[in-house]
Each structure stands twice: as structure tokens, then as C-alpha cells.
């Protein structure tokens, strides 16, 4: 009998993060102060972040050992499964091997407290008694919720607007590991307070929702800010599916061909690829395509420019090179809501500028069609984030058909969609609207990049 799940022992678990900056072809540009353009100083950024996630953000070692405290946290839901996705295979009539990582089994049902539980540790570790941080789904704030309740952290969400409007639950969640949230634009911060005189319907965004975390850390005392994507130690955290992915394709005597994850800032594509990109890059597996997949109306890859940007809208947190659509642009409010950011990893863009990886963009109709395909078939309810990375390797598999060949895919399955059933119904009525790429938008946005004097 063909394996469905592969599953590793607890013992097995890695122990290690696999750092790619190690590995890169060029190092990553510098990042830069908003307030002075100039190179961003250790001092500057301790400001809002504790040490040893600085050090980590810049480290060159290759592999960073996982503190054995973490390791007992992860260890509550972590290896996660993999899966065959054998139901998937047959209905797609593919000769093609389809994986998928399951990280809809944590306890806040995504690969988040992978670096939400790091995160609060070393800020526990250096005295920090608040984190502030942004979400955008309400993934990442339910996720730094339940971890800073590990360490008696208190934890402050700033949720963009239209989530916390369409999903309560997430926000109930929130409130049940005992943070508060807050909607994003909120009258809290100068920056959300500039934003609703603006609009006072504002939809918010999640380069708001940073600014104001951001500004709420940097204005209180013993205070902290925690990004759940987009920067180098979140995506070394994420390495742990790959990592593990790695060890239980090696079960199976198998190794990927394609490797597929969703990307809203790239954390989880980061994640499941790293590892298997490490092979790449030391030269071994030329031939792995690696494809990053993001929604049709906020394609930073697939659209954006490679540009110096600000992680958020008002300006206050660094600047970073980057794919970006611009920091102000305001994307449509898709149920994708942890796909809407504008801006992207900085290695994650390195690595698409260096052709290194790929990127594709999907309309969310078909991204849903997609997911309710994967659950009549395979029965997981997914994220409508993690929904893409599926439309995708479902794109792969048909073409193994066509071409008979017996590719092995493997897709992070980044989270589960139980709290998204109403966007589900919505696609269900015929509800959801496929929206354009705002190309007008996209380039005023683009003009008001920060210039940056590179030293
Ligand atoms: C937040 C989230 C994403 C997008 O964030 P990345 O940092 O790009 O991974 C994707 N899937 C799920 C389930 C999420 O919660």
C-alpha cells in the first residue's frame, strides 16, 4: 500500500535552523534607517527588536541551534505530517507524485508559531514584558497570542480592517490566549489616526497595521515589535518544514522536482524551500524549479520592481530592498488576507531577481475552485492563503498528464481554513470578485519609493 502520511518520531525533530544567507549567490543589500537613509544602526533597530533576534537577522552561519526550551514547545505539534496526496493524484488522472507539509495541526492552525514561539522566548529571555505586532488573516496575531502566553508576555494586535470585519473568529481566538486587537487603522497611533482622517472607512492594510505596532513599540517602554514574515529570522524559523520535509521524503526514498508555497511576505515558502534550495545552490540539484505563488491583485513578484521600499506605510520601520508595489498601495480586500502585502521577503527577492525561483499569480475564484477540489479529495479544509500553493501544484500535475512524466510535487500547506468559511460560501454563491491588477495604483505608489544612496 502507497503511504498516505509520512510521519516522523519526536526525537527526530531538527535541531537546527538552516540559515540561507550562508548559501547566497551575493549578500543581501543593507538595510537602511527611515528616519536618516543611511545604513540602519544595531542601536536604531534594538529599539523595537530584542538582540539575539538582530543577530540572527544578520547572521552568516549556516545553521542556528534551536534552544532546547523551544524545541519542547515545538514538540507540541511539531514533526508535522506529510502527506501523499493520493485522492488528489487519482482525480487529476496525474502520473505525478503530489506532497503536501501539513502545518494546519498547530495549535493555532499554521506554520506561525514556528517563529511566534522563538520570537516570544528571546524576548521573555531579554526582559521584554509587551510585543506589538500586526495582522493581517489574524493568523499571525492568534499565533503570537497563544506564544506569548507561554511566557507571561503581554501581546498588543493590530488587525487590518477588513479581516477583523470578515473573520471574528480569528479575533476571538486573539482574545482567548488572552492579547488584545485592535482594528488597523486605529485612533491609538499617529499613524492610524492620519490614515481615517484620510478615510474614516479606511479598509486598512498590513503596512498600516505595522506602522502602527511599530509605533506603539518605539513609544513604550520595556515594549517590543514581532513581524510574523518578510524578514530573514522569521524565514530561518520557517526552515523547519523543509527540514523535516527533506527527512520524510528521504522515508520515501524520493525527492522533489517542484516545490511549491504561497507567498504573502515568505515566510512559509521560505520555509519548505530553503532547505531543498540549499542542494541548489551548492550545485547538486540543478534541476529543482522552485515556485512561489501569489494572488493576481497583489502580485509583488510576479508585477512589483526590485526596489529599496519601507516595510510599511507611514515610514517609520526600516527600508530593505525588495519586490514592492510600493508602500502606500492599498491592496483589494481579497479573503486571501495574509497574501496582501506589498512588499516581499528580502532574500525571497534576491533570489527571484537571480532567477533562482520562480513566481505565478492566480485570480482567487480559481484559487478556491482549487481548495474545494483538495477538500472533496483530500479532505483538509485550507487557508484561502495556503488555497494558491494548490492551484498551483494542481497547474503541475495536469501537465505531468500531458506529458506523462512522474514529477514528485511537494506544496506547503501552510494553515487551515476553518475560520474561512465564510469567504467558502461566498465563492459558493458566486460572491467573490476576481479583481484586476490595479496597474495605475501599483505605478503613482511606485513613485514615492525612498531614494537611497547606496554606500
Ligand atoms: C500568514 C499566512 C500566509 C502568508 O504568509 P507567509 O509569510 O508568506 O507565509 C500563508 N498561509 C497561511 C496559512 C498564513 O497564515
Known amino acids: 500500500m502507497e503511504k498516505t502520511k509520512i510521519f516522523l518520531d519526536e526525537n527526530d525533530m531538527p535541531k537546527r535552523w538552516y540559515n540561507i544567507q550562508a548559501d547566497l549567490p551575493k549578500p543581501l543589500p543593507p538595510v537602511y534607517s527611515p528616519r536618516t537613509l543611511k545604513r540602519a544602526t544595531l542601536e536604531e533597530l534594538s529599539v523595537i527588536f530584542p538582540m539575539e533576534i538582530l543577530k540572527q537577522e544578520v547572521s552568516q552561519e549556516r545553521w542556528i541551534n534551536i534552544p532546547k526550551e523551544i524545541l519542547d514547545i515545538y514538540a507540541v505539534w511539531r514533526p508535522s505530517p506529510l502527506y501523499r496526496a493520493v485522492r488528489l493524484e487519482k482525480a487529476l488522472k496525474t502520473p505525478a507524485k503530489i506532497y503536501f507539509k501539513w502545518e494546519g495541526v498547530s ?90 482622517q484620510e478615510d474614516p472607512n479606511h479598509p486598512g492594510s498590513l503596512g498600516i497595521a505595522i506602522s502602527e505596532a511599530v509605533e506603539d513599540a518605539a513609544t513604550h517602554d520595556e515594549t517590543k515589535y514581532s513581524l510574523g514574515s518578510v524578514l530573514n529570522h522569521v524565514c530561518m524559523h520557517q526552515t523547519v518544514l523543509g527540514l523535516e520535509s527533506k527527512e520524510q521524503l528521504k522515508m520515501e526514498e524520493s525527492y522533489p522536482d517542484i516545490v511549491i508555497g504561497c507567498v504573502g511576505g515568505g515566510s512559509n515558502f521560505s520555509g519548505i524551500s530553503f532547505p531543498f534550495l540549499h542542494d541548489k545552490l551548492k550545485g547538486d540539484k540543478k534541476d529543482l524549479r522552485v515556485v512561489a505563488v501569489e494572488p493576481y491583485s497583489c502580485p509583488t513578484l510576479t508585477k512589483g520592481m526590485y526596489a529599496f521600499d519601507y516595510g510599511d506605510s507611514t515610514k517609520l520601520g526600516p527600508i530593505a530592498k ?20 506589498h512588499g516581499d521577503s528580502p532574500i525571497v527577492s534576491a533570489l527571484y531577481d537571480q532567477k533562482i525561483i520562480e513566481a505565478q499569480a492566480y485570480h482567487q475564484n480559481e484559487v478556491f475552485e482549487a481548495a474545494i477540489l483538495f477538500a472533496q479529495t483530500e479532505g483538509h479544509v485550507l487557508a484561502p492563503e495556503t488555497a494558491h500553493a494548490v492551484k498551483s501544484a494542481i497547474e503541475e500535475a495536469k501537465k505531468c498528464k500531458q506529458t506523462g512524466e512522474e514529477k514528485v510535487i511537494l506544496f506547503s500547506a501552510s494553515g487551515h481554513g476553518h475560520f474561512d468559511l465564510t469567504s467558502y460560501e461566498l465563492y459558493r454563491d458566486g460572491k467573490l470578485a476576481d479583481y484586476e491588477y490595479p496597474a495605475e495604483l501599483v505605478k503613482q505608489s511606485l513613485q514615492r519609493l525612498p531614494k537611497i544612496e547606496e554606500d
Not at 529571555?125 to 507571561?152: H, M, N, P, R, V
Not at 525588495?322 to 502585502?341: C, E, K, N, Q, S
Open 322 to 341: 525588495m519586490y514592492t508595489l510600493g508602500h502606500d498601495f492599498v491592496p483589494p480586500g481579497i479573503h486571501a488576507g495574509g497574501l496582501r502585502y
Open 107 to 196: 495549535p493555532a492552525g499554521s506554520h506561525k508559531p514556528n517563529t511566534a514561539v522563538p520570537q516570544a522566548y528571546y524576548n521573555m529571555k531579554e526582559g521584554t514584558q509587551t510585543i506589538t505586532t500586526e495582522t493581517g488573516a489574524g493568523q499571525w496575531g492568534s499565533a503570537l497570542s497563544y506564544a506569548t502566553s507561554l511566557f507571561d508576555i503581554t501581546c498588543r494586535v493590530y488587525m487590518v480592517r477588513v479581516s477583523y470585519d470578515q473573520k471574528p473568529y480569528r479575533r476571538n481566538l486573539i482574545h482567548l490566549w488572552g492579547a488584545e486587537v485592535f482594528p488597523s487603522p486605529s485612533d491609538r497611533t499617529n499613524s492610524g489616526r492620519s490614515m481615517l
